[in-house]
């Protein structure tokens, strides 16, 4: 078994007497891509800074491709770590073309090195512009430049802090495509800080939710969707619908039926808009609005339980009856 590529082992970084990342421990399997989600200032970029050796953790211990590079008595500068790094202010050097800019990095004889960043500018698809200058790049161009910069020196680890949103929707999916090619291609793992959760499952093989620097919820893209197991979490992934309840003998009582619950007290019962369904019977309410969504329809719909959004595929009103499917209504801590 290869060396996990990242191992986090109880890290803590605290600035001042708050924790912005908080006994954070996980492991990324080499060649693996994680996405870091979670709410603003929940420690995302920290926890980044820390993996590249921008920050030195308080506690614990970091090792990458099984060498620890961080931890008591212990310190590996950024440039031996063998990691590169993507974040949102691209900082190309404004003075040099792409084709230099992609060079820079680059061990070895002057021309083997322009033949090597030629042939990175070449797979993202910018051979034609490699004399050009960043100011004569579009911002789609230059996130392509600094994508193939970071990639050239053939990096085991790459870091990206929301690479992709300066870009507009169209260029995002490309950016976005051609970095999952590459980093697939080239057999590195990475991990990616982004806002955009839809994003983020399409590309990676798991997510991390941090909030308020602690590790949530870690595991692959469906699980979390599926089984989320904080309303933060459901909500970071796609729209949810969030119920009060109250959870006593190991059950709780939700408009769609007695769901088992592992904690008692109060909770909260969640259950997503497309797995909600209209039917001759159910839960009664009434249509209060219904919005277009490109491919389907979201009714919001007044119960005695509250307001739920439900999917549908077409424009809806009056009365209706809603179930849920099977195993779609989950429990959540209160
Ligand atoms: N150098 C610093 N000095 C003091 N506090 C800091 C420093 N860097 C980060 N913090 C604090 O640590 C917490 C986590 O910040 P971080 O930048 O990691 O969040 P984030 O998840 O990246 O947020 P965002 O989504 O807004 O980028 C925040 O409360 C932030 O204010
Ligand atoms: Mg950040």
Redesign the pocket.
């Known amino acids: 078994m290869a060396e996990p590529a990242i191992t986090l082992d109880r890290i803590t970084r605290r600035?001042?007497d708050?924790a912005?990342?908080d006994d954070v421990s996980l492991s990324l399997a080499e060649g693996r891509i994680l996405a870091l989600l979670?709410?603003?200032?929940?420690?995302?970029?920290?926890?980044l800074r820390l993996i590249a050796g921008l920050e030195a953790p308080d506690a614990g211990t970091l090792s990458i491709a099984g060498r620890p590079v961080a931890g008591p008595g212990l310190w590996m500068p950024v440039e031996q770590r063998g990691v590169a790094l993507v974040f949102q202010d691209l900082a190309l050097f404004p003075h040099m073309t792409a084709l230099q800019n992609v060079a820079f990095g680059l061990k070895g004889a002057t021309s083997d090195r322009r033949a090597r960043a030629l042939a990175w500018l070449d797979r993202v698809g910018l051979a034609d512009l490699a004399h050009r200058h960043p100011h004569a790049l579009s911002g789609g161009e230059q996130q392509r430049v600094a994508l193939a910069r970071a990639l050239a020196p053939e990096p085991r680890v790459v870091l990206f802090d929301?690479p992709f949103s300066a870009l507009d929707a169209h260029l995002r999916q490309s950016v976005r495509d051609d970095v999952a090619r590459l980093l697939r291609d080239s057999g590195a793992s990475a991990v990616i800080?982004t806002?955009d959760a839809q994003e983020a499952m399409g590309m990676v093989d798991a997510l991390a939710i941090?909030e308020g620097?602690r590790l949530i919820q870690m595991d692959t893209p469906q699980a979390v969707y599926d089984h989320p197991i904080t309303a933060t979490a459901a909500r970071l992934l796609g729209p949810v619908n969030l119920l009060p309840g109250q959870a006593e003998g190991g059950a709780v009582e939700t408009p769609f039926g007695r769901v088992a619950s592992a904690q008692e007290g109060p909770v909260q019962i969640a259950v997503r808009p497309e797995r909600l369904h209209l039917a001759q019977a159910g839960l009664a309410g009434h249509v209060a609005g219904c919005a277009f969504a490109g491919d389907c329809w979201i009714a919001t719909v007044e119960t005695t339980a509250g307001p739920l959004r439900v999917r549908v595929s077409g424009p809806t009103q009056g009365q209706v009856h809603l179930v849920a499917e099977p195993g779609a209504v989950r429990v959540l801590p209160g």
Do not use: I, M, W, Y
Not at 38 to 47: H, I, N, Y
């Open positions: 600035f001042g708050r912005a990342v979670g709410p603003s200032g929940g420690g995302k970029t920290t926890l929301e800080v806002h941090l620097g």
